[in-house]
């Protein structure tokens, strides 16, 4: 029990709080405020103020050069009509319905097999941990462009096998593609988590059910798979929210464009061009705030179902 | 029931959220100081210049910067730079926040955006010290909105077409005689070298986001692509016709395939498919020609006219500033910025030190006192752009405040029908509206 939860037990009992306990959580608490005075600044002027400030804007008509002017439901309006907004939309969720899930089933899969009490295992880890770190980094998606490009090492290969491959950047039935083999590669992350529920799981589980005659398969939908659930859920939310939020790889792989005929356009990317390329930060702000209610949805939706499927311990 | 400590918290949290809001809610306005400048002083004083550009430009910048802090030495000029796309959404949160380069270079495309929202400094006004009289009035003008000048022209450029003739020769092919030939020669030339090659090579780069090549091919049929006013007058058909031919181009052969154009797209100039002996012809602004050269030692080009027939209107080409210099209004030091720009513009030995990076000099003093010290490229750029002057028409509208990003919306569509994924009459027509509803929304 705290110290401020006893003092307020002992004021119940007395009925009536004496003058060197209230001096003494007086002082308590100045000191609390004087140690979170820093954070609650940064929160204020860095968080709060700005979100605040954009909810503004995205009411006005905002174009970065002059004052913003309140223009009241303009900017949703134009979200209803905008097909742009609307092809950016499938493609994120695209992007997100189709790699969140590869990536973790990869990361699964990778997990289980590194789970066998190998030797190099630490070794093993940290290579397949490497690409997670990279993953998101400028210089990856550069890489990127290069190995996928027209003239790029993936079509290099495939010209020794004798087979003539198409620029799968700049193509827009593939380009997307790509995007999504990158997300999937940085599966290193989610992983390593994985590795850790894994090694949380009692053998003696396993153990009984080979002597029941369970075989590996079964043993893995209904002993692992119901045991890891709760980080499977923790991967799958934290893997959605960063995925509806990706930038960097779409905009340094279709060089800021939104990929050809708009096929890598993710919702931030687009947002981005409506800001700073296109003057409408006003409906740049809309948008954001647009993408924190989609985000929010799929949140509030995944813990909806988690009720269903998650299976906690206690 | 708040106890006493959480309601103050609430509410110093609730006055220091609105202190945040009242503050940034400032935003940034123009100096409204009117024409009065403060002349030049001789205290130390330092501006900032930025530019976009390659290596080479930043170099030959950054030298002609040390000529001038040798003629002001009181002067320091503070020097940034970056890649064409990246300098864009730089200088617009830079000027958001009040912090603008003092002397920024401009590209046509953002000159009435930046202008028609009061953060560009009148140069007419600063005319005691900025001298722009060198400039012929054909350019000059294209630094005007509104009447008033709000960039001087640092070169002129018209549309050509960069043709490979180390390509051309290395199949058996004549060189074009590019003053007389007709669409129907240019055609065939790019199809034979497709079939010369045995596809190796292939004829033509198509237009893709070239808005200064749709205005030119408006030009040709007597329209234009938009008018003073922020209309666009270019008719969907002939906009159509534009797509068709860069679509009968990829069909025939004569253009690579639609997805290694659109790799070509987002290239830098020494992966372009022009330097890399992919495609040995090319249309782009003259001012384009050096880097090319430079970027392919190995390959000799030439730059040529617009191939044209006999029903195509005369006076087709313009001359268009490949760049300005503009002066910020928020800056601080509007004297010393406008002595810099007077002797980025006037200066012959900053002439000497740009020779044609930035295009061909718009002053034509300027150009005779580079002629002795160019490369051949150099020659072939500075006769050509003189070969236009005489053929020149009258220069078309610059680029509308809203239709800054008329390159991005013209390679979507562009796309989109290389790709197959909409006719050329949709995409015309889809793309004059989506211009024409960018430029109304612009304020």
């Given amino acids: 029990m705290s110290a401020l939860g006893e003092l307020r037990t002992i004021t119940k009992r007395t009925g009536r709080e004496s003058a060197v306990d209230k001096r003494a959580r007086t002082r308590d608490s100045k000191v609390a405020a004087v140690f979170l005075a820093p954070w609650i600044v940064g929160l204020l002027g860095i968080t709060v103020g700005p979100m605040l400030v954009s909810l503004y804007l995205s009411f006005t008509d905002y174009n970065l050069l002059q004052n913003p002017n309140f223009t009241g439901l303009d900017n949703i309006q134009r979200m209803l009509g905008d097909e742009r907004l609307a092809a950016s939309l499938r493609v994120t969720f695209t992007y997100v319905l189709v790699s969140v899930p590869l990536q973790l089933i990869v990361a699964l899969a990778i997990a289980v097999l590194l789970d066998r009490g190998l030797r190099a295992l630490p070794l093993y880890r940290s290579i397949f941990y490497l690409p997670s770190l990279l993953g998101s980094s400028v210089a990856v998606a550069v890489l990127w462009r290069l190995v996928f490009g027209g003239e790029g090492l993936l079509n290099s290969f495939l010209g020794l096998l004798g087979i003539q491959g198409p620029a799968w950047v700049s193509n827009p039935d593939t380009a997307l593609s790509t995007l999504i083999l990158l997300h999937v590669w940085t599966f290193g992350s989610p992983m390593v988590i994985f590795l850790a529920g894994l090694r949380q799981i009692p053998r003696e589980f396993y153990e009984a059910a080979s002597t029941d005659g369970a075989s590996r398969r079964r043993q893995f939908t209904s002993i692992t798979l119901p045991l890891l659930s709760p980080i499977i859920f923790f991967n799958l939310v934290l893997g959605i929210i960063g995925a509806f939020q990706s930038f960097t790889q779409a905009f340094i792989i279709s060089g800021g464009s939104g990929g050809p005929a708009d096929s890598t356009l993710f919702f931030s990317l687009y947002l981005y061009q409506e800001g700073f390329a296109n003057f409408r930060m006003g409906y740049a702000s809309a948008l954001a705030w647009l993408l924190l209610l989609i985000i929010g949805a799929f949140t509030a939706l995944n813990f909806w179902i988690s009720k269903f499927w998650v299976f906690y311990n206690d | ?443």
Wanted: proline share 6%; with cysteine; net charge negative.
């Fill in chain 2, 1 to 443: 029931m708040k106890t006493r400590m959480q309601r103050r918290m609430l509410a110093l949290g609730t006055l220091g959220v609105t202190a945040i809001i009242a503050l940034s809610g400032c935003g940034v306005s123009p100096d409204a100081s009117g024409d009065v400048t403060p002349p030049a002083t001789d205290e130390p004083v330092t501006i900032s210049l930025g530019w976009w550009g390659s290596d080479p430009r930043a170099q030959a910048t950054e030298a002609a910067v040390a000529l001038f802090e040798e003629k002001y030495p009181n002067i320091t000029v503070d020097t940034s730079y970056s890649d064409f796309s990246g300098y864009w959404d730089r200088l617009a949160t830079q000027t958001a926040g009040g912090d603008a380069p003092d002397v920024s270079q401009m590209d046509m495309a953002y000159l009435s955006s930046y202008a028609s929202r009061g953060t560009l400094a009148d140069l007419g006004a600063l005319d005691s010290i900025l001298d722009t009289s060198g400039i012929p009035d054909s350019v000059l003008d294209s630094g005007l909105v509104d009447d008033t000048l709000y960039a001087a022209p640092i070169g002129a450029a018209a549309n050509g077409v960069v043709i490979n003739t180390t390509l051309l020769a290395q199949y058996g092919i004549e060189i074009p005689d590019t003053d007389t030939w007709t669409w129907d020669d240019f055609d065939d030339l790019a199809l034979e070298v497709t079939e010369k090659s045995g596809g190796a090579s292939h004829g033509v780069t198509p237009f893709q986001n070239d808005s200064f090549g749709l205005q030119v091919f408006a030009r040709q049929h007597g329209e234009e692509l938009w008018d003073a006013e922020g209309q666009i007058t270019v008719p969907p058909e002939l906009v159509a016709e534009h797509f068709q031919k860069e679509l009968d181009w990829v069909e025939s052969g004569a253009a690579a395939s639609a997805s290694q154009v659109s790799d070509n797209g987002g290239a830098t100039i020494s992966e372009s498919d022009i330097v890399t002996g992919k495609t040995a012809m090319f249309f782009t602004a003259a001012g384009a020609f050096n880097g090319i050269q430079l970027a392919a030692p190995d390959n000799d080009y030439i730059i040529g006219n617009w191939p044209a027939d006999s029903d195509t209107e005369p006076g087709f080409q313009y001359l268009k500033p490949t760049m300005y210099w503009s002066h910020s209004a928020t800056s601080e030091h509007p004297s010393e910025a406008a002595l810099l720009v007077d002797f980025l513009i006037n200066d012959e030995g900053v002439a000497e030190l740009f020779g044609t990076e930035r295009g061909v000099p718009a002053n034509p003093s300027l150009q005779e006192v580079i002629e002795p010290t160019l490369t051949p490229q150099g020659v072939q750029a500075l006769a050509f752009s003189r070969l236009m002057n005489e053929e020149a028409g009258e220069a078309p509208a610059i680029t509308p405040n809203g239709a800054s990003s008329v390159a991005q919306i013209l390679a979507r569509y562009n796309d989109e029908v290389l790709f197959g994924q909409t006719t050329p009459e949709d995409a015309a027509e889809g793309f004059i509206d989506e211009l024409q509803a960018s430029i109304d929304a612009a304020g």
